[in-house]
């Protein structure tokens, strides 16, 4: 079952939410499962979705201690980075010098 929830996470925030509203009833071996499938499916795709990324740092700020590990954070951080240097990287997020006119050239 946690799987199945684990899945819907990547069609919208409604199904992410759903996924959230369970990590804190779950125990520690089903949390692990939710989480690491999460996890698993952030860094598989192709372009950074923020609901599960919100949905991520939802269920690490809710977790028992217990449930956490410190690679937990890591991994998140790490697929993040990779995300965030693709996308910097990628030509349609190089930033175009246009000429527009100077404010002191327009107040003369």
């Known amino acids: 079952m946690v799987g199945e929830f684990a899945k819907a996470a990547t069609d919208g925030s409604a199904e992410v939410h759903d996924v959230v509203l369970l990590g804190p009833v779950l125990d520690e071996e089903h949390y692990r499962t939710l989480l690491m ?12 979705n923020v609901d599960l990324l919100q949905g991520l740092a939802q ?27 693709e996308l910097t990287n990628s ?14 050239s327009s107040m003369s």
Do not use: G
């Open 59 to 85: 269920m690490v700020q809710c977790a028992s201690p217990s449930y956490l590990v410190s690679d937990d954070v890591v991994n998140i951080l790490v697929i993040l980075r990779i995300c965030l240097q």
């Open 91 to 104: 030509p349609q997020c190089t930033p175009t010098i246009s000429h527009t006119p100077s404010l002191e």
């Open 37 to 48: 499938r999460t996890i698993t499916t952030f860094d598989q795709l192709v372009i950074l």
